[in-house]
Nanobody
Framework: QVQLVESGGGLVQAGGSLRLSCAAS????????MGWFRQTPGKEREFVAA????????YYADSVKGRFAISRDNAKNTVYLQMNSLKPEDTAVYYC????????????????WGQGTQVSVSS
C-alpha cells in the first residue's frame, strides 16, 4: 500500500501562483509514476501532469503546459506541482496519484490516490 497526502491548496487571484505537495509513504518503492489530476463538480477527473520517480521525465496536459511544473524529491518521497499564471478555469480539487507501471494519463490506470486539495482561482 502507498499512502498519499496532498497539501498546499488555497485561494489565489488570477495570475498568481501556488505550489502543491504530495507526500508518499508506505510501499513507495512499488510506484513508478506519480501524477496530478484535477476535478470540478459535474466533470470527470482529468490529467494534469506526471513524473517518473526514477528518471524525472515529465508529462503535461496541453492546458497547463508552460504554466505548471511537476517535480520530485526522492529523498523526501514528495512530488510537487508548481502552478504559475493561474486562471479561474484552473479551479478544482487537485489529486495526487501513484502508478506502479509505465506512464499513463488515464485516471483508471493509477493505483493509489490522495484525498485531494482545493485550489480556487478568483478573477
Amino acid at each position: 500500500q502507498v499512502q498519499l497526502v496532498e497539501s498546499g491548496g488555497g485561494l489565489v487571484q488570477a495570475g498568481g501562483s501556488l505550489r502543491l505537495s504530495c507526500a508518499a509513504s508506505g510501499r513507495t518503492f512499488s510506484s513508478s509514476f506519480m501524477g496530478w489530476f484535477r476535478q470540478t463538480p459535474g466533470k470527470e477527473r482529468e490529467f494534469v501532469a506526471a513524473i517518473s520517480w526514477s528518471t524525472g521525465r515529465t508529462y503535461y496536459a496541453d492546458s497547463v503546459k508552460g504554466r505548471f511544473a511537476i517535480s520530485r524529491d526522492n529523498a523526501k518521497n514528495t512530488v510537487y506541482l508548481q502552478m504559475n499564471s493561474l486562471k479561474p478555469e484552473d479551479t478544482a480539487v487537485y489529486y495526487c496519484a501513484a502508478r506502479t507501471a509505465y506512464y499513463s494519463n488515464r485516471v483508471y490506470d493509477y493505483d493509489y490516490w490522495g484525498q485531494g486539495t482545493q485550489v480556487s482561482v478568483s478573477s
